[in-house]
């Protein structure tokens, strides 16, 4: 249902000329202009534009090339290069999508061609240069865009049939949307090892190796690689939602800060000496 309201809601602002309130939010300007951010009018400008249509094409996939060559046709152009990570051609966005369009699209995702996710949220797995020996841990992973992300990459120059030596432990503290979640990584072609967990990611739990044999005294899991993708004011989707600038407050923003730095320090808990963790919001 969250995926079907988003599509709908990128038909009405993708390929539309639709009117964006250039005024904004004054609460808004003075909050990120007191934060020093760099080049702030050109963020500011940024905010109100409308977002692309983003996707990524799923590697291995046997109706990838016929889908690819459908959206060709319909002025795709190429986007983000995930450089020495095997992804280089399969970062797309649309920037106008007509109404045949919609309809290859969502057949595409349908069977499993192509996913949908948005250019931001593509470039955190894409920094924590995972590899197949990796372990992974996604803490915040609900719907999945990076979670299935994450897949990919820890497939990258495996033979067929090969299994990666590491494996991914997703995590998220929403029932109905890990449950979403896990049918999206079902569709999953490639055979990575995969862990769901749904519990709130400030408690990640700790997690043995008994492959020795041992019950007591059995090690600890410590992840190679961390994705700390947290909850936040969700301040990017004024960008798909305009009406969304009347009602912003700085309130709002800063309630999200204790469970955020709870959840960053649960995450370098879990890291293994020399591993990587990223931090990341959608905002």
Not at 207 to 236: E, I, Q, T, Y
Request: net charge neutral.
């Amino acid at each position: 249902e969250e995926e079907e309201e988003e599509e709908e809601e990128e038909r009405m602002i993708v390929g539309e000329h639709r009117q964006v309130d250039l005024l904004g939010n004054a609460a808004w300007d003075a909050y990120y202009s007191a934060q020093g951010i760099a080049r702030f009018e050109e963020v500011r400008a940024l905010m109100h534009t409308p977002v692309p249509y983003c996707f990524r094409m799923v590697p291995n996939s046997p109706l990838g090339a016929a889908t690819l060559n459908c959206l060709k046709l319909l002025d795709c152009t190429h986007m983000l290069r995930g450089k020495g990570t095997g992804l280089d051609e399969c970062c797309w966005a649309l920037p106008r999508v007509g109404a045949g369009g919609w309809a290859v699209l969502g057949m595409a995702q349908q069977v499993g061609a192509i996913q949908r996710q948005e250019a931001a949220s593509m470039l955190p797995p894409l920094m924590l240069d995972i590899k197949p020996h990796h372990y992974v841990a996604d803490l915040c992973a609900a719907p999945g865009s990076k979670t299935l992300q994450i897949l990919d990459l820890m497939s990258v120059g495996l033979g067929a049939g090969e299994v990666p030596g590491g494996m991914l432990v997703a995590n998220d503290d929403q029932l109905g949307r890990c449950q979403a979640a896990v049918r999206r990584t079902r569709q999953h072609l490639l055979p990575v090892p995969l862990l769901w967990l749904c519990g709130d990611a400030r408690s990640f739990p700790t997690l043995h190796n008994h492959s020795d044999g041992r019950v007591r005294g059995a090690r600890k899991v410590r992840f190679d690689r961390v994705l700390c993708d947290v909850p936040c004011s969700g301040d990017g989707r004024l960008r798909r939602s305009p009406k969304g600038w009347a009602h912003w407050g700085p309130r709002h923003m800063l309630s999200h800060h204790y469970v955020q730095s709870a959840i960053l320090k649960r995450g370098l808990t879990i890291l293994r000496p020399g591993g990587k963790l990223l931090y990341s919001t959608c905002s």
